[in-house]
C-alpha cells in the first residue's frame, strides 16, 4: 500500500506543480506610452513617458522629474495591473500587436494611452 501512495505521488505532484505555473508571456523591460487626440481632421500623438516592469513585480514610471514607483500583478490573460505609484489602480490591457497595451488609470487626464515595449 505505500509503495502505491509514492507512485502516485510521483505521478501526479508533476502535473499539480505544472498545472500553477502559467507564463504569461509579459516581456519585462520598459514600455513607452502615448495618448492620441484627434484634431483637425487628424490624430496627433503625444508621448507621455515610460514605465519599467521587472521580474520582482516591481515599476517605474518616468514621466515626471522625480520617478514613481509601485507594484504591478499580471493576470491569467496577460493584462497588468498596477498598484502604489502613479499608475495606482491602473490597468494595462494587451491588445492584438505583441507586447502591446491600452493603459486605463484613475489619474490619467488622456482616459488611454497606448504603451508598448521599446526594448528588443
Same mark, same amino acid.
Given at each position: 500500500?505505500?509503495?502505491?501512495?509514492?507512485?502516485?505521488?510521483?505521478?501526479?505532484?508533476?502535473?499539480?506543480?505544472?498545472?500553477?505555473?502559467?507564463?504569461?508571456?509579459?516581456? +519585462?523591460?520598459?514600455?513607452?506610452?502615448?495618448? *492620441?487626440? +484627434?484634431?483637425?481632421?487628424? +490624430?496627433? +500623438?503625444?508621448?507621455?513617458?515610460?514605465?519599467?516592469?521587472?521580474?520582482?513585480?516591481?515599476?517605474?514610471? *518616468?514621466?515626471?522629474?522625480?520617478? *514613481?514607483?509601485?507594484?504591478? *500583478?499580471?493576470?491569467?490573460?496577460?493584462?497588468?495591473?498596477?498598484?502604489?505609484?502613479?499608475?495606482?489602480?491602473?490597468?494595462?490591457?494587451?491588445?492584438?500587436?505583441?507586447?502591446?497595451?491600452?493603459?486605463?488609470?484613475?489619474?490619467?487626464?488622456?482616459?488611454?494611452?497606448?504603451?508598448?515595449?521599446?526594448?528588443?
Amino acid at each position: 500500500m505505500k509503495s502505491l501512495f509514492i507512485l502516485l505521488f510521483i505521478l501526479i505532484f508533476p502535473i499539480v506543480i505544472s498545472a500553477q505555473v502559467k507564463p504569461t508571456g509579459l516581456k +519585462y523591460g520598459k514600455y513607452g506610452c502615448t495618448a *492620441s487626440k +484627434y484634431r483637425n481632421g487628424s +490624430y496627433e +500623438y503625444i508621448p507621455r513617458g515610460s514605465f519599467v516592469i521587472t521580474k520582482d513585480g516591481k515599476y517605474t514610471y *518616468s514621466g515626471f522629474k522625480t520617478p *514613481s514607483t509601485g507594484k504591478f *500583478s499580471v493576470d491569467q490573460k496577460g493584462d497588468i495591473t498596477f498598484k502604489g505609484g502613479y499608475l495606482n489602480g491602473g490597468k494595462a490591457e494587451k491588445i492584438d500587436r505583441p507586447n502591446k497595451f491600452f493603459l486605463v488609470f484613475p489619474a490619467n487626464p488622456d482616459n488611454r494611452w497606448t504603451c508598448g515595449c521599446v526594448e528588443k
